[in-house]
């Protein structure tokens, strides 16, 4: 037991924590550690970089954990030896070496005052000690147990007021928020604390959205054409979203009027094979279905209905690729081609395709993003209007939405007249409409809503009950005023009170630690933080993040062992 307790205690970590700077150093405040109950002295205390690590003295591993650690002083390198693990980090070096394979480091080994300072985050992620941050306090206790003991739960950073942008859960980013002045908070929500494991956190839905678009999350580039490739990346994927908490995914089936299963009516997605309309030699979608089931972790197909293309280019599109098959309902806008909703044949066509899923797999749900009319661009449908206009619609703002929601409400009930228990639902842009375009809408400001720009009357939807669920995307923090989260969860709970849709919640986890974010984005807290707000609402059923690489693989300010004492039963 001793030798487990020290190989796993290894390192003191912090993953990192970004409240503390430098200059907050430099204030007096020191950080304190303890392992499973007793504390950890230093000489030096830990301090935390300008790119969030925090690094601590190599003594209190030697000393304090008793671990084998070496200092070379001509080359510069720390070696840290725990069982058959070795650990090496070179000053000036951007990677480390584990056991020969090189992994890229935020930051290595440093020498400050004549002391060796090492990365604990990094070597965390080597040996996956627990970790509690109090902030009240300034504690990090860390534990080898499986979790912590079930006491008070620590503080959680108050976010800062930095501004963001967000983009939709598809590779190509939704309109940017934009205010017309810089926000500030006028008032700051109560800022909740880290859960304890099974704190109020049984909500049924811990969804990861799973982009196939670009390659993005799946299949990987090199897996091209590779079956035995591609099914390992697939179970790896979700063996380490289960490892975490997730009990669904959502994974892009249709990412551009393509497939990532055989179909009678659209080509072979390209992410598959690198060529359009290649058959990649199984069923990519019967797999994913089935690892998915066999892990007891829900599936529910994405789709993106009325993209059908990410450029404006048809070169290396298949012959059956609506572009080229049905050109007469093609728009081009802002670069890129989308199918026309006010096309009744065109609407048809991607219920069609849907449906080919619903009745030929076994999956849990269909799922829609917010792919309907682009935003903040010009689309050419003027004669469309005249000539599929039999209702007779003054305003083509109202016919496209009229257009919208036939569509929507025509598949959820084909959905539901095959399969009355697959799940139907919709992931619409955050915001449906501002409160100074319509006084029943959100305290926002945004400069694109879902109403107004994508012509999607989410409201109708949902008092209708033509969905299931609605997840709108929230992507902004708790602290951006043009757009603030906890703002946004309040208007969507009110939309759904005394109705039988769903609420789950759209996070922006690819937000967390990205270098083109602001302040608040800078630390897993702010995310964990939208969780617990969730909390307060018996509404809201769930979440869903976007993305899944962003959490398990980046693993930013390592979210993933956050988010696993949030999920923990």
Do not use: C
């Amino acid at each position: 037991m001793k030798y487990r307790k020290w190989m796993l205690g290894l390192l003191v970590i912090i993953l990192s924590l970004p409240l503390f700077s430098v200059g907050v150093r430099a204030a007096g405040v020191q950080i304190t550690i303890e392992l499973d109950g007793q504390a950890l002295v230093s000489d030096v205390p830990p301090y935390i970089t300008p790119k969030n690590v925090t690094m601590v003295p190599i003594s209190v591993i030697s000393k304090g954990l008793s671990a084998g650690v070496e200092w070379n002083q001509s080359s510069k390198t720390a070696t840290i030896t725990q069982g058959d693990t070795v650990i090496k980090l070179t000053s000036g070096q951007k990677n480390a070496l584990v056991n020969g394979t090189a992994v890229t480091l935020d930051t290595t080994v440093e020498v400050k005052q004549g002391r060796v300072m090492v990365p604990l985050r990094f070597v965390s992620e080597q040996l996956g000690l627990q970790v509690i941050w109090d902030q009240a306090t300034k504690h990090i206790s860390l534990y080898t147990g499986a979790e912590p003991p079930q006491s008070a739960g620590p503080q959680q950073p108050t976010p800062s007021t930095a501004p963001t942008s967000t983009p939709a859960p598809t590779a190509t980013p939704a309109p940017t928020v934009t205010p017309t002045t810089t926000p500030t908070p006028t008032s700051t929500p109560a800022v909740p604390t880290v859960p304890l494991p099974g704190a109020g956190v049984n909500k049924a839905m811990k969804g990861a959205w799973i982009s196939s678009v670009f390659n993005l999350d799946w299949p990987s580039v090199s897996s091209a054409g590779k079956i035995d490739k591609q099914k390992q990346e697939f179970d790896n994927l979700l063996d380490k979203l289960k490892a975490v908490g997730f009990n669904a995914v959502f994974v892009q089936v249709r990412p551009s009027a393509d497939s990532l299963y055989p179909s009678s009516l659209v080509p072979w997605s390209k992410v598959l094979t690198g060529t359009q309309g290649k058959d990649p030699g199984y069923d990519p979608l019967a797999y994913m279905v089935s690892a998915a089931h066999a892990r007891g972790m829900q599936f529910h197909a994405w789709f993106n209905p009325f993209r059908a293309t990410t450029d404006a280019s048809t070169t290396g599109l298949a012959s059956n690729h609506v572009a080229k098959a049905h050109p007469e309902w093609i728009v081009n806008a802002g670069g890129k081609l989308y199918i026309n909703p006010g096309v009744p044949e065109a609407r048809q066509h991607i219920i069609d395709t849907v449906m080919e899923v619903v009745n030929g797999y076994n999956i849990d749900g269909v799922h829609l993003d917010d792919y309907f009319y682009p935003s903040n661009t010009t689309f050419a449908d003027d004669g469309t209007f005249k000539t599929y206009n039999a209702k007779g619609i003054v305003s083509k703002d109202d016919w496209r939405r009229d257009n919208i929601n036939d569509f929507v409400r025509q598949l959820g009930s084909q959905i539901h007249s095959a399969k009355p228990a697959v799940s139907y639902g919709i992931s619409p842009f955050g915001v449906w409409r501002n409160i100074k375009m319509d006084s029943t809408g959100s305290d926002t400001t945004a400069g694109v809503t879902a109403y107004d720009s994508m012509y999607a009357d989410v409201r109708t939807w949902v008092k209708q009950g033509w969905i299931d669920y609605v997840a709108p995307q929230i992507y902004w923090s708790l602290s951006f005023n043009a757009a603030r989260y906890d703002k946004l969860v309040d208007w969507w709970v009110n939309e759904v009170a005394n109705t039988k849709v769903k609420l789950y919640i759209g996070l922006a986890a690819y937000k967390v630690g990205a270098s083109d974010q602001s302040a608040e984005w800078q630390s897993g807290q702010q995310i964990i933080n939208q969780l617990k707000y969730n909390e307060k609402y018996n509404e809201v059923a769930g979440s869903i993040m976007f993305r899944a690489n962003d959490i398990v693989v980046r693993d930013p300010f390592g979210l993933s062992s956050l988010l696993t004492f949030y999920f923990k039963p």
